[in-house]
């Protein structure tokens, strides 16, 4: 191992993200005199800096991107029955309608495509 390089750990990618990765490193590397950048000092560079940009807003797109119904309903489901309720509390009801409205909403903006909210997603930072 040389002296400057970290120990690694593995990670998968999506095809697409792998070919985007291997379109920007081409990018980099063409006319590079100074060295050449691999895949991976490419995609740890931007894991870190990326890190250090996360705010509110892109982690609510991220929840919305990855956002599943299912495992909602059954997170919130889990929250009740912990609390020994047998009802949703106002503003649980609220939360959930409006993220079925606005899938509703999404999903007839983009066509056939499956919709992911936005803003309000899963189950918020408070109870998670």
Not at 41 to 47: F, K, Q, R, V
């Amino acid at each position: 191992m040389k002296e400057h390089q970290k120990p690694l750990a593995k990670i998968a990618v999506s095809i697409e993200a792998d070919a985007a990765m291997t379109q920007a490193m081409e990018q980099i590397n063409t006319g590079n005199l100074g060295g050449k950048v691999t895949k991976v000092d490419l995609a740890s560079w931007l894991i870190l800096r990326s890190a250090s940009l996360l705010n509110d807003t892109l982690i609510d797109e991220i929840r919305a991107e990855h956002f599943n119904q299912v495992i909602y309903l059954d997170n919130l489901l889990k929250a009740a029955k912990r609390s020994g309720r047998k009802v949703l509390s106002p503003e649980e009801l609220e939360r959930f309608q409006a993220i079925m409205r606005r899938k509703d909403q999404i999903k007839k903006k983009r066509g056939d495509r499956e919709a992911k909210p936005a803003g309000e997603v899963g189950l918020d930072r408070a109870t998670t």
